[in-house]
T-cell receptor, first 118, second 110 residues
Framework: GAVVSQHPSWVICKSGTSVKIECRSL??????MFWYRQFPKQSLMLMAT???????TYEQGVEKDKFLINHASLTLSTLTVTSAHPEDSSFYIC???WGTGTMNTEAFFGQGTRLTVV | GESVGLHLPTLSVQEGDNSIINCAYS??????FIWYKQESGKGPQFIID?????DKRQGQRVTVLLNKTVKHLSLQIAATQPGDSAVYFC?????????FGQGTILTVHP
């Protein structure tokens, strides 16, 4: 299957600083990328959907000014957590889809990034 | 919004047994369903999917059943192995976006 790579796998940062997480599709062009957040022992919650070259669409309750998403190319999307606080500590996961029609097609997931804010 | 839920949060089985993980969904407009396996500290791994025009689909050791009448989805794992121990999520797709269920922790005892 297609490969989606996230970097870094884990990161520890100080409260108030910003952290950037990268999501790359290694062997396909990702028309659409998705960012999820997962707290311990909970399910994945969709944060936002990004299409290459356009602004991300955020889910209700997700602060777009805090979680900056950039999808500048068909193989790279980035999530920047700005002014991070301990409550932002979580497991962040991206997924990507290819093709012009993204409905009913498999989404490929990255390995996730564990963010710890101290 | 509507959500996908699971009946059982945990499931313990003996190695070699068959496992059945259930999922109830509420969005009747969903037309694509997927089961994922997630191991600790990793992203979800695709297991099997099914479209709403089907009621059964088989893969290697896994079968997904879809009952649209009662909005129920199940994952059957044959001859469960210790390596199958993980959290299993069902997900439904609506307009390209996935909504995940709560998850079931499957523990396989040798």
């Amino acid at each position: 299957g297609a490969v989606v790579s996230q970097h870094p796998s884990w990161v520890i940062c100080k409260s108030g600083t910003s952290v950037k997480i990268e999501c790359r599709s290694l062997d396909f062009q990702a028309t659409t990328m998705f960012w999820y957040r997962q707290f311990p022992k909970q399910s994945l919650m969709l944060m936002a959907t990004s299409n290459e070259g356009s602004k991300a669409t955020y889910e209700q309750g997700v602060e777009k000014d805090k979680f900056l998403i950039n999808h500048a190319s068909l193989t790279l999307s980035t999530l920047t957590v700005t002014s991070a606080h301990p409550e932002d500590s979580s497991f962040y996961i991206c997924s990507a889809k290819w093709g012009t029609g993204t409905m009913n097609t498999e989404a490929f997931f990255g390995q996730g990034t564990r963010l710890t804010v101290v | 919004g509507e959500s996908v839920g699971l009946h059982l949060p945990t499931l313990s089985v003996q190695e070699g047994d068959n496992s059945i993980i259930n999922c109830a969904y509420s969005n009747s407009a969903s037309d694509y369903f997927i089961w994922y396996k997630q191991e600790s500290g990793k992203g979800p791994q695709f297991i099997i999917d099914i479209r709403s025009n089907m009621d059964k689909r088989q893969g290697q050791r896994v079968t997904v059943l879809l009952n649209k009448t009662v909005k129920h989805l199940s994952l059957q794992i044959a001859a469960t192995q210790p390596g199958d121990s993980a959290v299993y999520f069902c997900a439904e797709e609506d307009y390209g976006k996935l909504t995940f269920g709560q998850g079931t922790i499957l523990t396989v005892h040798p």
